[in-house]
């Protein structure tokens, strides 16, 4: 199995930047990409970025320019630097990885709090 924990959330002011981690750890090998997603009150869950292992990133067009998503691998770590921030990035930030067999797992959330 996976464990994620995610860390680095918090509240700033629009126009800052937060740095937000999710530490891998058990079967990491069988991890084939890393998502970051984000569910604001009343809203559903929504994808922001991702990595695969190869290194391909994606992201949302509403972060693309102001956030970046990196990987960290000899910490097991998937980060996500969000830049220039605004209050309607205001939510819980999940960290999911998915497995080679299509397996699913999820921390456990960090907030992010962004006020105008």
């Known amino acids: 199995q996976v464990q994620l924990r995610e860390s680095g959330g918090g509240l700033v002011q629009a126009g800052e930047s937060l740095r937000l981690s999710c530490a891998a750890s058990?079967?990491?090998?069988?991890?084939?990409?890393v998502a970051w997603y984000r569910q604001a009150p009343g809203k559903q869950r929504e994808l922001v970025a991702s990595?695969?292992?190869?290194?391909?990133?994606n992201a949302a067009d509403s972060v693309k320019g102001r956030f970046t998503i990196s990987r960290d691998n000899d910490k097991n770590t998937v980060n996500l630097q969000m830049n220039s921030l605004k209050p309607e990035d205001t939510a819980v930030y999940y960290c999911?990885?998915?497995?080679?067999?299509?397996?699913?797992?999820w921390g456990q959330g960090t907030q992010v709090t962004v006020s105008s």
């Open positions: 990595i695969t292992n190869g290194g391909t990133t």
């Open positions: 999911n990885a998915m497995s080679t067999f299509g397996a699913n797992f």
């Open positions: 058990g079967v990491i090998s069988m991890i084939k990409a």
